[in-house]
């Protein structure tokens, strides 16, 4: 399974702010930018390069060892049409690679904070003087041209996802319209590249076909000039032999994907939407035709960019504070996942299991005592520091949104509970404590 790594840490002066940083720089996703944040590409932007060799190495020994011979064998100059397409037919399938590639396929900004729980005025309290923490559903429910569509909470980039949005687990972005992440042109195919990807692809098809095609028309050229069977023919030229077997493999490929996103626009459908919902079973919302669905693919604006990656980082402002003891809680924490759309296994929220139900993913100090250090004293022990645990005025420290805090602060009671048990157990000398682990030990 892809891991995505953890962004680097950006260091900034605390007088000055933020101000001195562009979005590119402190980018949260795994994307990689080039030119000051101009271009945009995937984690995996280096299989872009194998692409293009892919693509320009064998156009380049067409155009030396075939299209160079055929020039001369058609009058009127037809022979320089062989080179001036396939010139520009490579030309314009780099230059669609790169415009889906380089590009921001449709990301969905994250928030900085988890949006409030709806109907929260934030005056609710409970006793003790403690706001309770909020729950935010984890599944919500909104209508598409009159049918329900279920949206899900991203915990990573804490939004709900708007309908047909799904969160790619190699870039690590929420993609509007999220279609497949292309490892071949090392990007996600989105709202903002879906057309380019589909251009891209039938080109390659195009080219494929026409590089076959004159190959073999040189090889049946050169059987009439000689009057020779077609094996010898192909003697005569192995270049025409190897480029016929690449392209034949490499249209089925292209062809076929073309041929299947010739469907999914038919139908307007994605390809995560194909392969989890199938949509064949029941209605799709979003089909409103072949005729308008192919208009809504290739004859709509391209919406704009929501992320502007080059403008400098704006300063967060201070957060009001709330009562302690209040919050907003993850809709899956303390509940085991099993995300299809970020590719993850079903884990439980957090490394601690049931502990996970006091709140936002945090332990008790009872529970470290009962757990850790003093979790082998006497049941007279552990009881009492459970009722001090209880006490409305001990609060368990809780950690900050999105992140586990590694430092546990146990009350005054707790540490002077401790100290008189270890001098009790000094003045008695012999005495033993029997809930050690290993049976009774002399302390």
Same mark, same amino acid.
């Given at each position: ?96 690679? !790169? ?100 251009? @891209? ?46 392209? @034949? ?10 041929? @299947? ?29 072949? !005729? ?16 502007? @990656? ?134």
């Amino acid at each position: 399974m892809y891991v995505v790594p953890p962004p680097s840490k950006m260091k900034s002066d605390p007088n000055s702010g933020t101000g001195d940083l562009r979005v590119y720089q402190t980018w949260k996703g795994s994307n990689k930018f080039f030119l000051q944040g101009s271009l945009i590409f995937g984690p995996d932007v280096r299989s872009l390069v194998l692409t293009i060799i892919l693509i320009v190495v064998p156009v380049a020994i067409f155009c030396v060892f075939v299209a160079r011979k055929l020039m001369n064998d058609y009058p009127n100059d037809w022979g320089i049409s062989i080179m001036v397409v396939i010139v520009a037919l490579t030309f314009s399938d780099l230059v669609l690679l !790169l415009m889906t590639s380089g590009r921001d396929p449709g990301i969905i900004p994250r928030n900085t904070h988890p949006p409030e729980p709806e109907g929260y005025d934030g005056n609710t309290e409970a006793g003790g003087g403690q706001t309770p923490p909020l729950r935010l559903p984890r599944i919500k429910e909104v209508e598409v041209n009159g049918v329900p569509v279920k949206i899900k909470f991203c915990d990573t980039c804490m939004l709900y996802r708007p309908p047909r949005c799904s969160h790619c687990s190699i870039c690590n972005n929420c993609v509007e319209r999220f279609d497949h992440h292309c490892p071949w042109v090392g990007q996600c195919i989105g709202l903002r590249n879906y057309r380019f990807f589909f251009m @891209f692809v039938s080109t390659t098809t195009v080219l494929c076909i026409y590089v076959f095609g004159f190959c073999w028309v040189y090889i049946t050229r050169i059987m009439h000039a000689e009057h020779t069977t077609i094996w010898k023919a192909m003697i005569k030229t192995p270049a025409s032999i190897v480029l016929m077997i690449y392209t @034949f493999i490499a249209v089925w490929f292209v062809g076929g994907l073309t041929a @299947f996103h010739l469907y999914l626009i038919s139908t307007n459908q994605t390809t995560y939407e194909n392969f989890r919902y199938r949509y064949d079973r029941r209605a799709s919302p979003y089909d409103r035709g072949v !005729l308008q669905n192919f208009q809504e693919t290739f004859c709509t604006g391209i919406p704009q960019s929501k992320n502007k @990656f080059r403008a400098k980082v704006p300063e967060e402002p201070q957060l009001q504070t709330r009562p302690l003891g209040g919050g907003f809680v993850s809709p899956s924490m303390g509940k085991g996942t099993d995300d299809i759309e970020m590719g993850r296994k079903a884990t439980w929220a957090g490394e601690f299991g049931a502990g996970l139900e006091h709140g936002e993913g945090q332990l008790s100090d009872s529970d470290i005592l009962k757990d850790g250090g003093l979790g082998g004293v006497s049941p007279d022990i552990r009881t009492h520091l459970d009722e001090i645990g209880e006490r409305p005025g001990i609060h368990p420290r809780r950690s900050s949104w999105g992140r586990q805090s590694g430092n546990w602060e146990m009350s005054p009671e707790v540490v002077a509970l401790a100290a008189r048990v270890g001098e009790q157990n000094r003045v008695g000398g012999g005495s033993s404590i029997t809930g050690l682990p290993g049976g009774n030990q002399k302390l």
